[in-house]
């Protein structure tokens, strides 16, 4: 199977041909879902041929991914322009999950997108490792400090504090799923939010 190119080693028109074919993706999802970004479609609507498309993204869910993070670097961009500015962590830890949320119920079909990559065991999408360390540094304070010595080394050597925030962002996923098959409201969930947040985050 072909390898996709890291990013860091293309030439300006192709950085921008896959910043062309991520954004046409993301467009099909939004009206779709993953079922719209078929590989032809994207390939055609971005005007680039299959093969090109391919050469960049292997399969559909490499795809998939690529949306999905582009969707995080929004959300990442945003929260360091704009920082969390209650008093205590939780309630710090919590205006970033619900940042999130309400994102990406603003665009549903996408959400949906994002849920069902992380089930899928094609690709391996970091959804909870980026949100958690985000979570953590804007919690901690330190989200402009480059690096995180709690994430470094084997999962079991990690800061216990940074385990609960793991915690945290397991509990905003289940949340968010709940939300996506109509049996939670954002509202409800961000009640349960914050009381999770106060509990765990609680001798932060």
Known sequence: MAVQAPTGTLSRSQTQRRKRIVQTAAA????????????????ERAGVALGTLYRYFP????????????????????????????????????????????????????????????????????????????????????????????????AEHRDPDYVLVGSLTSVWIFELVEILKGRRSVEAAEERLQVTAERLLADF
């Open 59 to 154: 399969s559909k869910m490499d795809l998939v991914v690529a949306v999905v993070t582009e969707e995080l670097d929004l959300l990442e961009g945003g929260i360091m322009r704009r920082p969390p500015t209650a008093e205590s962590p939780a309630g710090r830890a919590v205006d970033v999950l619900l940042r999130a949320t309400r994102g990406l119920m603003r665009e549903p079909e996408l959400a949906d997108a994002l849920v069902r990559s992380l089930i899928m065991a094609e690709v391996k999408v970091e959804l909870d490792v980026r949100i958690t360390e985000l979570v953590w540094r804007v919690a901690t304070g330190t989200l402009h400090t480059d690096g995180n010595p709690a994430t470094s080394g084997p």
């Open 28 to 43: 099909l999802a939004v009206r779709g879902g993953v079922d719209a970004m078929q590989m032809r479609s994207v390939a």
